[in-house]
């Protein structure tokens, strides 16, 4: 049988490889599912009838054989599977299996099976279906729950009951959110079957169970999908949000006191998310974004353009009003206020990477500035912009500047379009002003001219206080445009300011 989507050499050789060891293979799962959303997929998974790790190497042998190359295999034995890469697949073997669970674990008991007993423990009919690579009745479709159905109207359908499934695997709940936020289009939505959506809303506390690793592993991936909201609603809409992101759901709500009312945080935050996958995909789209890499000596830095979305920065809209619950007060004279959400959401930003087992390293501190600094461009678009005040946030953000002026502008969600518009139009002002003093001043990464070793030379002082005392003056008066950012203005006034010190050189 003729497969159109079965072309490229890898299908043939697992054939050939089926035929000469008397084993049954399929390919499954994505990239069945894919090919018929054609959508581009570098993953294949291929379901034996015998021993995954076995056909792994069978099939290397064969390449070998074939093309005089060889492809190394990976296997793990816990698992019973073996994974090889060749010709720009990555290609994961597993042997059929089926499956059965104690209540108090996500870990399965598992046994060899057949082809149908392996389609049964599928998360979702669109997932389960499979396409035959044995010589007999290659290319075929093996589609037992009708999955194609449902593939073509948009639908997330178990194979089995949605309650054994979900309690047998809670991580499938949030797999069927995810998958119902990844393969939406502007053309067509796909959506949870109301079954489903009843048992997940039922089995909601069977999420206490899942390791925090797993959980962030479908959250990051839930970000980076085309339209994270629809994902986020799903999650409050069916009782996970408190398991999953409890700080979130915080921002639910609006409260009235004196007949004034504040914004819906939560649902801010989701158009802030929409917003941010926009206008980040446009600016990858026309080349304006790159990506920072620190030199190995430590001095500077080399930069790529931007080919793929930053997951963090996704992470930073999501988490960049998680202050507000904390900051909320009422002023009878000013209405409701968030002083200070900036810094209490930085702190929170380093409690919630710590609870989800997320990075601790640079990639948190990256959220926590960007969150720390989200309101900065835009108040400054609200008054006169001091060359002052865009030298301290250049300063700040250095590298960061770009993806903290999108998450920025992506902030911008009134529904009065009149005020959008000239929010914008102060906002566009404040990056061309930036990128004026940027190429005048050169303040991103700024480092200090005069370093505490030189004023010790200068001086022939130990270290001390008063040397960090000098190098703030100087960094202030850059910053603030009293002298150049040179060398010899920065000495010019480390020696005026010494001299008020009572300090002498001797250089």
């Given at each position: 049988?003729?497969?159109?989507y079965?072309?490229?050499?890898?299908?043939?050789?697992?054939?050939?490889?089926?035929n000469e060891?008397?084993?049954?293979?399929?390919?499954?799962?994505?990239f069945?599912?894919d090919?018929?959303?054609?959508?581009?997929?570098?993953?294949?998974?291929?379901?034996?009838e015998?021993?995954?790790i076995?056909?792994?190497?069978?099939v290397?042998?064969?390449?070998?054989?074939l093309?005089?190359?060889?492809?190394?295999?990976?296997?793990?034995?816990?698992?019973?599977?073996?994974?090889?890469?060749?010709?720009?697949?990555?290609?994961e073997?597993?042997?059929a299996?089926?499956?059965?669970?104690?209540?108090?674990?996500r870990?399965?008991?598992?046994?060899?099976g057949s082809?149908?007993?392996?389609?049964?423990?599928r998360?979702?009919?669109?997932?389960?279906?499979?396409?035959?690579?044995?010589?007999?009745?290659?290319?075929?479709?093996?589609d037992?729950f009708?999955?194609?159905?449902?593939?073509?109207?948009?639908?997330?359908?178990?194979?089995?009951?949605?309650e054994?499934t979900?309690s047998?695997?809670p991580?499938?709940?949030l797999?069927?959110?995810?998958?119902?936020?990844?393969?939406?289009?502007?053309?067509?939505?796909?959506?949870?079957?109301?079954?489903?959506?009843?048992?997940?809303?039922k089995?909601?506390?069977r999420?206490?169970?899942?390791s925090k690793e797993?959980?962030?592993?479908e959250?990051?991936k839930?970000?980076l999908?085309?339209?994270p909201?629809?994902?986020?609603?799903?999650?409050?809409?069916n009782?996970?949000?408190?398991?999953i992101?409890?700080d979130?759901e915080?921002?639910?709500?609006?409260e009235?006191v004196?007949?004034?009312?504040?914004?819906?945080n939560?649902?801010?935050?989701l158009k802030?998310?929409d917003n941010?996958?926009?206008?980040e995909?446009?600016?990858?789209?026309?080349?304006?974004?790159?990506?920072?890499?620190p030199?190995?000596?430590g001095?500077?830095?080399?930069?790529?353009?931007?080919?793929?979305p930053?997951?963090?920065?996704?992470?930073?809209?999501?988490?960049?009003?998680i202050?507000?619950?904390k900051?909320?007060?009422?002023?009878?004279n000013i209405?409701?206020?968030?002083?200070?959400?900036d810094?209490?959401?930085?702190?929170?930003?380093?409690?919630?990477?710590?609870?989800?087992?997320?990075?601790?390293n640079e990639?948190m501190?990256?959220?926590q500035?960007?969150?720390?600094?989200?309101?900065?461009p835009?108040?400054?678009?609200?008054?006169?912009?001091?060359?002052?005040?865009l030298?301290?946030?250049?300063f700040?953000?250095?590298?960061?500047?770009?993806?903290?002026?999108?998450?920025?502008?992506?902030?911008?969600?009134?529904?009065?379009?009149?005020?959008?518009?000239?929010?914008?139009?102060?906002?566009?002002?404040?990056?061309?002003?930036l990128q004026?003093?940027?190429?005048?001043?050169?303040?991103?990464?700024?480092?200090?001219?005069?370093?505490?070793e030189?004023?010790?030379e200068?001086?022939?002082?130990k270290p001390?206080?008063v040397?960090?005392?000098?190098?703030?003056?100087?960094?202030?008066?850059?910053?603030?445009?009293?002298?150049?950012?040179?060398?010899e203005?920065?000495?010019?006034?480390?020696r005026e300011q010494?001299?008020?010190?009572?300090?002498?050189?001797?250089?």
């Open positions: 049988m003729e497969n159109k079965l072309a490229h050499p890898i299908f043939p050789i697992i054939s050939q490889v089926a060891t008397a084993q049954r293979a399929f390919v499954i799962g994505g069945v599912r090919c018929f959303l054609a959508r581009k997929t570098d993953d294949i998974d291929i379901v034996i015998g021993s995954g076995d056909f792994a190497m069978a290397s042998n064969k390449i070998k054989a093309e005089s190359r060889s492809c190394k295999v990976s296997y793990f034995k816990n698992f019973g599977t073996a994974m090889l890469r060749y010709r720009g697949l990555e290609i073997f597993v042997g299996r089926k499956e059965s669970y104690h209540r108090d674990s870990k399965p008991i598992v046994e060899d082809l149908e007993d392996d389609q049964k423990r998360d979702f009919t669109i997932n389960a279906m499979a396409f035959s690579l044995n010589m007999e009745d290659y290319g075929r479709l093996v037992p009708n999955g194609l159905e449902d593939l073509e109207a948009g639908r997330l359908r178990t194979p089995l009951e949605p054994q979900y047998d695997d991580l499938r709940m797999r069927a959110i995810r998958f119902a936020s990844k393969l939406s289009t502007d053309k067509k939505r796909f959506y949870i079957v109301p079954e489903s959506l009843s048992a997940i809303k089995m909601s506390s999420m206490s169970i899942l797993r959980i962030a592993e959250l990051n839930m970000l999908s085309p339209k909201s629809i994902a986020l609603a799903l999650l409050d809409q009782n996970l949000l408190p398991y992101l409890p979130l915080k921002l639910k709500g609006v009235t004196e007949g004034r009312g504040h914004k819906d939560f649902t801010h935050t802030v998310v941010l996958v926009q206008e995909a446009d600016e990858i789209a026309l080349g304006h974004l790159y990506d920072y890499t030199l190995a000596d001095d500077g830095f080399s930069a790529s353009l931007r080919k793929e930053n997951l963090w920065l996704r992470w930073a809209a999501l988490l960049h009003d202050g507000k619950p900051s909320k007060k009422y002023d009878s209405g409701w206020t968030f002083h200070g959400h810094v209490i959401g930085s702190r929170l930003v380093a409690k919630i990477f710590k609870e989800l087992k997320l990075p601790q990639k501190k990256y959220v500035k960007l969150v720390y600094l989200h309101h900065r835009s108040s400054l678009a609200d008054s006169m912009v001091t060359d002052s005040a030298r301290r946030l250049l700040d953000a250095g590298n960061d500047i770009d993806d903290l002026m999108l998450l920025c502008n992506a902030d911008i969600t009134s529904k009065n379009q009149s005020k959008v518009k000239r929010i914008k139009k102060a906002f566009d002002l404040v990056r061309q002003k004026e003093l940027e190429q005048r001043d050169a303040i991103r990464n700024w480092k200090n001219p005069i370093t505490g030189y004023i010790m200068v001086y022939d002082i001390s206080k040397i960090g005392d000098l190098k703030e003056l100087i960094k202030n008066a850059i910053l603030d445009g009293e002298i150049e950012n040179s060398f203005a920065a000495d010019a006034y480390l010494a001299a008020k010190l009572g300090l002498v050189a001797i250089k």
